[in-house]
């Protein structure tokens, strides 16, 4: 007699074993027909299931557009960084407004003016402003 080990059918796997592995979700998608075909045919010479060609195809395209999303973050903190460094207190960038501010002071046309308030919603803000 053998040995009265646990036998597991395929169906009814051990339910940690999925966890482990990562549940994998039933999704539906619109493929292109031609698509389709591509993968019909590529399937059936590789004698590999369309779910597996899909999934390598993706895997694929999330790791090379990940590296290069990663590469353009990088390069913008690195652009971002150089910003900051060469301006740290943003003297440059206040001065250039207020210059802007004096040169185009004349020019318009409620400078220096409030105007009234025309519902309770601006009143109310004008004097949480005012204190």
Do not use: C, W
């Amino acid at each position: 007699m053998k040995g009265k080990g646990v036998v597991r059918s395929r169906r009814h796997r051990d339910p940690s074993s999925s966890r482990r592995r990562g549940l994998r979700k039933a999704t539906t998608f619109r493929l292109d027909p031609r698509f389709q075909k591509g993968l019909a045919l590529l399937g059936e010479v590789r004698k590999v299931p369309l779910n597996r060609l899909v999934n390598e195809a993706v895997g694929e395209y999330l790791e090379a557009r990940a590296a290069s999303v990663e590469a353009e973050l990088e390069e913008t903190l690195r652009r971002v960084r150089a910003y900051r460094q060469a301006d740290p207190d943003f003297e440059s960038a206040i001065s250039k407004f207020a210059e802007a501010e004096s040169e185009l002071a004349g020019e318009d046309p409620v400078e220096g003016q409030t105007t009234r308030a025309e519902g309770p919603t601006q009143r109310l803000v004008r004097e949480l402003i005012r204190g």
